[in-house]
């Protein structure tokens, strides 16, 4: 029984050594775009003004403009 809890805890070391390496990992990206938060207003950005011209598109095609 002690060689399974050791198996367990050292699986669940592995795991959060893992889950450790890869917080940040992205740092550098976001960093171009001026930060996460940056980042994220300009994904919305684009995503919104996409959506407005789809909606625009579905309009004059229904005739509501």
């Given at each position: 029984?002690?060689?399974?809890?050791?198996?367990?805890?050292?699986?669940?070391?592995?795991?959060?050594?893992?889950?450790?390496?890869?917080r940040?990992?992205?740092k550098?990206?976001?960093?171009?775009?001026?930060?996460?938060?940056?980042?994220?207003?300009?994904?919305?950005?684009?995503?919104n003004?996409?959506?407005?011209?789809?909606?625009?598109l579905?309009?004059?095609?229904?005739?509501?403009?």
């Amino acid at each position: 029984m002690g060689d399974e809890k050791e198996n367990m805890d050292r699986e669940r070391n592995v795991r959060q050594q893992a889950w450790l390496r890869l917080r940040g990992v992205l740092k550098d990206v976001y960093a171009v775009y001026g930060g996460g938060e940056a980042f994220l207003r300009k994904e919305r950005q684009e995503f919104n003004e996409a959506m407005e011209r789809r909606e625009a598109l579905i309009d004059a095609a229904f005739g509501k403009e």
